[in-house]
């Protein structure tokens, strides 16, 4: 998927809220996340891919919200 970042139905951001959402996204975020193998981030391409360890954290999220709910 693009690594463009992803609004609501009709939600607008202001030009400094974009251009911060977008650093923020491609500077510190996806590169963490990189890091941590959860994502393929290819800024030359701008592009983001499931990588090898993506399984492991949904399961981590999906037991955390599990958890809140309880």
Known sequence: MSADPILRKGETLGSGEYLTICYELHHVLLPELAD???????????????????????????????????
Do not use: S, T
């Open 36 to 70: 941590m193998r959860l994502v393929e981030f290819d800024r030359f391409k701008d592009k983001v891919r499931r990588g090898r360890r993506f399984d492991e954290g949904r399961r981590f999220l999906e037991q955390i919200a599990d958890d809140h709910d309880k």
